[in-house]
């Protein structure tokens, strides 16, 4: 054999060489990447509500497993399973659980406003995807540009200014837990520095909002905030937080609650009377009436018991809860039943409308949405 062709010879078994050490590679991240959607689908399977951003890399002649989640079975059962399905390989571990390091045992926040608004991705520019309230927990998972990816008490993720949150460890989340609270239950109003309505607010409270109780004066409350502030309220707009979430579900309340919030105005993603959209609008209300309601539409239509819409609306109740959406599975809009074919919701505002055709507030379109009902009810 000549030079020439040996050069060729060597030439092709380098390239087989080469091109069978990058299958083999593609092979394991390929088989990598299907092994984490599989436990993302089996422990992290919503997005907004559970973090699994995990993969495989090759780096430097060696396989990295990489990315963060918030759930350590998770983590567990996916290097379990890429050691039995590569059990000749040696993959470094670099998986953050989150809270992250960062974060460490100062995982507890409460939000410093009356409404703390969570976004998408950590910048003012980002889209709205929920809202919390003053005296909520937040649990704090992760910090990236001066923002906190966190959790609302309704298990919803998003990003949080990190000058809106009050942050501590255990010992802050001890002292709010264990001291006795009340809740403001009017639509929106103002804490005084003062018991007096003359005196200079010390900030705005909106229903819900929960704070420290303190003592009571007269016909005037004295209540803390988490941060040390300290202010009255009105008694005839407080509740004990105990009697608050204690209330049974009672359809007349229900609905008493939704008609204050007549006129209010829709905004993408925002869940208090301020303003909301159409889950943030019946998360409000059956919140402040017993029942925590998750986040989202599509979230809440598994939540209760099935309403049987054959003769509709022969079986519907006050305050079931109506879901609608292009096809059956797919459920994009929410609102609450108030009898006589009419319903409440927020669209552009909330507002009431009809199922009856003769009725000067006839929606087609919701009537022909319509999927689903389901009715909530309170298991003691």
């Known amino acids: 054999m000549n030079k020439k062709n040996l050069f060729i010879v060597i030439l092709i078994i380098l390239l087989i060489f080469l091109l069978s050490g990058c299958n083999t590679i593609n092979g394991v991240l390929k088989g990598a990447e299907e ?36 759930n350590k079975d998770a983590i567990e059962e996916f ?3 890429i050691h039995k399905e590569f059990p000749g390989i ?3 571990n670099e998986i953050k659980l989150l809270p992250d390091d960062a974060v ?11 409404v703390a608004t969570l976004r998408r ?5 980002e889209e709205i995807v929920t809202q ?59 804490v005084y520095s003062t018991p007096s309505i003359n005196s200079q607010p010390i900030s705005d409270c909106v229903l819900g909002n929960r704070f420290k109780f303190v003592n009571k004066k007269g016909d005037w409350v004295k209540v803390g905030y988490a941060d040390g502030r300290i202010g009255y309220i009105p008694d005839r707009e407080m509740m004990d937080l105990e009697k608050y979430l204690s209330k049974p579900i009672d359809p007349e309340e229900v609905l008493k609650t939704a008609s204050k919030l007549i006129g209010r105005p829709y905004l993408w ?14 998360q409000t209300v059956f919140r402040n009436n017993g029942y925590l ?56 505002k909330v507002r009431i409308d009809s199922f009856d055709p003769k009725a000067k507030n006839y929606n087609e379109y919701r009537r022909k949405a319509l999927r689903r009902v389901k009715r909530i009810t309170k298991v003691d």
């Open 121 to 125: 991705s950590p910048s003012v520019t």
């Open 269 to 282: 993603g925002a869940a208090s009377t301020k303003a909301m959209d159409c889950s943030g609008f019946t």
């Open 90 to 92: 040696e993959f470094s």
């Open 104 to 114: 460490g045992e100062f995982s507890f926040g409460l939000p410093m406003n009356s």
């Open 293 to 348: 309601l998750p986040r989202d539409a599509s979230m809440q239509v598994n939540e209760g018991i099935e309403v049987d819409t054959t003769n509709f609306p022969i079986n519907l109740k006050p305050a079931d809860l109506l879901f609608f959406g292009p096809y059956p599975d797919k459920i994009t809009h929410v609102g609450i039943y108030m009898g006589d074919y009419q319903f409440i919701h927020c669209a552009g």
């Open 132 to 190: 919390t309230l003053m005296g909520l927990p937040i649990e704090i998972l992760k910090k990236e540009n001066e923002f906190f990816l966190v959790r609302t008490d309704d298990g919803y993720l998003g990003w949080l200014s990190d000058d809106r949150i009050i942050q501590g460890n255990d010992s802050l989340r001890k002292s709010w837990e264990e001291s006795p609270k009340v809740v403001f239950i009017d639509i929106e109003g103002t």
């Open 35 to 70: 092994i984490s959607g599989n436990i993302r689908e089996k422990y992290c399977p919503d997005r907004r509500t559970s973090v699994w951003r995990v993969n495989a890399l090759y780096y430097n002649g060696s396989y990295v497993l990489s990315g963060e989640t918030d």
């Open 79 to 81: 290097i379990d399973t």
